[in-house]
T-cell receptor, first 111, second 114 residues
């Protein structure tokens, strides 16, 4: 089983719609969680950290369910500029910090 | 004003050659990383350095040798290049090697081995 698993998509969603991505992780001792965004032929960039209580940043909402080892990202009122690959990222926090990336979910917003 | 820079941006070379990729960050960060993103877009850590000291070496063939002359630079030297080394290599940095630190990525070096 992969350490971090995501549905690769692609998700093709009309502009203005709400879209949700899910991610599961295998190591129950993981402590830190993130969503990164990667545009085509560009580097990954941090979108948001994911906290236990859930957190929101504008149109983006991230949730963490430790019991189910599950992370989600919700995008409301999607824009064309949201088209990208969304990477679920987990930090194992065992002294040697290491980010483990999921393979990403490809999102295309359709006009 | 570039935060994390890499050179070269593109590298096309023959199998068996030796090549280097350079990375520099001007963010004042203590920790730097090398990642490999393969053709399936899977991004995997290779090495991390904290204050010029190797912290993580993720079962990378010893043909790959990172070198950190100072904490602002982390270069990657690859000996005897193989076809399977073709990928995008990203350098990244973070303030320190701590659990909530954001990592900032360079633009990537696209390596093609022929």
């Amino acid at each position: 089983r992969k350490e971090v698993e995501q549905d690769p998509g692609p998700f093709n969603v009309p502009e203005g719609a709400t879209v949700a991505f899910n991610c599961t992780y295998s190591n129950s001792a993981s402590q830190s969680f993130f969503w990164y965004r990667q545009d085509c032929r560009k580097e990954p960039k941090l979108l948001m950290s994911v906290y236990s209580s859930g957190n929101e940043d504008g149109r983006f909402t991230a949730q963490l369910n430790r019991a189910s080892q599950y992370i989600s990202l919700l995008i409301r009122d999607s824009k064309l500029s949201d088209s990208a690959t969304y990477l679920c990222v987990v930090n194992r926090n065992f002294g040697n910090e290491k980010l483990t990336f999921g393979t990403g979910t490809r999102l295309t917003i359709i006009p | 004003d570039t935060a994390v820079s890499q050179t070269p941006k593109y590298l096309v070379t023959q199998m068996g050659n030796d090549k280097s990729i350079k990375c520099e960050q001007n963010l004042g960060h203590d920790t730097m990383y090398w990642y490999k993103q393969d053709s399936k877009k899977f991004l995997k850590i290779m090495f991390s350095y904290n204050n010029k000291e190797l912290i993580i070496n993720e079962t990378v063939p010893n043909r790959f040798s990172p070198k950190s002359p100072d904490k602002a630079h982390l270069n990657l030297h690859i000996n005897s290049l193989e076809l399977g080394d073709s990928a995008v290599y990203f350098c990244a940095s973070s303030q320190e090697i701590a659990k909530q630190e954001t990592q900032y990525f360079g633009p990537g070096t696209r390596l093609l081995v022929l």
